[in-house]
């Protein structure tokens, strides 16, 4: 199957997977495995310093190991909704607050994370469903 822009081979796990399915009563329901091997990051590759060269690689994330969201982008958002949202919805790895405006993220390429190092911003995140509310995959910690 591809998982954005790369080709990964699933294992379907039988048991756990019963379990799962009658627990939920979902006879189609399965849980699927994607192996301890990491995958190469095909879209939007950091620069080459990144990660000192490395090819960089997740695990199970679905485009990048991690997500950045800002406070000020979420708030304009949960403005704009009836019913308020929690920001851990989103599950960001990083939340950054004194922005300044919303979007302002939408235009940066590497920001600096205290002691952790620099990460690369290479995409806005392709899970999200909410219409105008972008959070970014940053990936290529350096540092």
């Known amino acids: 199957m591809d998982l954005f ?3 990964v081979r699933p294992r379907i796990l039988p048991d756990q997977s019963k379990f799962f399915a009658d627990f939920l009563s979902v006879p189609s329901a399965k849980i699927v495995y994607l ?3 990491p995958r190469a990051i095909i879209i939007n590759q950091p620069p080459s310093e990144a990660q ?3 090819v960089i690689t997740t695990a199970f994330a679905d485009a990048g ?3 950045l969201a800002t406070e000020e982008s979420f708030k304009h958002v949960n ?3 009836e019913k308020k949202l929690d920001i851990i919805r989103f599950r960001p790895n990083i939340v950054v607050k004194g922005t300044g405006k919303p979007w302002d993220e939408d235009d940066w390429k590497e920001i600096s994370v ?4 620099r990460f690369y911003v290479i995409a806005r995140c392709p899970r999200c469903q909410l219409p105008k509310y972008i ?3 940053c ?4 540092g």
């Open 135 to 137: 959070l970014l995959v």
């Open 35 to 37: 192996g301890p091997d």
């Open 79 to 81: 403005d704009q909704l």
């Open 114 to 117: 205290g002691g952790a190092g």
């Open 5 to 7: 822009g790369t080709n």
């Open 65 to 67: 190991p991690y997500l």
């Open 52 to 54: 000192n060269g490395a």
């Open 139 to 142: 990936i290529g910690r350096s």
